[in-house]
Each structure stands twice: as C-alpha cells, then as structure tokens.
C-alpha cells in the first residue's frame, strides 16, 4: 500500500529555516515526481515544489530562492528546506507522489511561522 508520512515541521520564528521530510514506501519511489503543497484553512491546497525523476524541480514563486526541494532515492525520501520563513509561509504542508494518473498524498504537516 502506497504511503507517504511527513516530518519536521513546526515553530519557527520569521527568518527562521526548518526541513521538512517525507518518507516513502509502497511505490517505486524513482520513476514517481515528488512534490510538497501548502495548504491554509479556507484556500485552496497550492504547489509549493516538485522534482521529477530526472531531477528537474519545479518552484512557486514566491519560495524561489528560499525553499529547495531534493529527493535520495536510495532512501525513498524527499526533503524541503525551507529558509528565510515569513509568516505567510505557515500552513499545513503536504507530500505528493505523482505518476501518470496515479496520486498519493500525505497527511500533512503544519508549519507556523511567528514571533
């Protein structure tokens, strides 16, 4: 059975980093495209970073240059770091594994950002 569980999110403060880590099991981790969403009540769930099979990642706007999205498919892990955190950043972050038509998702992990 596919699944995917997150970690490390939490408090930080503005300006703060944090990693967030998912761990994968039950699908050939290297042929999925491995992504990280955010979602806040009330709004809909919206991409925050992907990377492809290949390697090739994928950045919303307004986290390029602060958030780096890296896969070990060794580990059948994906990872997020996360710097220079603004308080617009706090959601519940989520884990995707894409291939074709076929979708899994985790249960999420919340990120606050405050002072």
């Known amino acids: 059975q596919a699944q995917l569980v997150e970690s490390g999110g939490g408090l930080v403060q503005p300006g703060g980093s944090l990693r967030l880590s998912c761990a994968a099991s039950?699908?050939?981790?290297?042929?999925?495209?491995m992504g990280w969403y955010r979602q806040v009540p009330g709004k809909q769930r919206e991409l925050v970073a992907t990377i492809a099979s290949d390697r090739v990642t994928n950045y919303y706007d307004s986290v390029k240059g602060r958030f780096t999205i890296s896969r070990d498919n060794s580990k059948k892990m994906v990872y997020l770091q996360m710097s220079s955190l603004k308080t617009e950043d706090t959601a519940v972050y989520y884990c995707n594994a894409r291939r074709s038509s076929l979708t899994v998702w985790g249960q999420g992990t919340q990120v606050t950002v405050s002072s």
């Open positions: 039950g699908i050939t981790f290297s042929i999925y495209t």
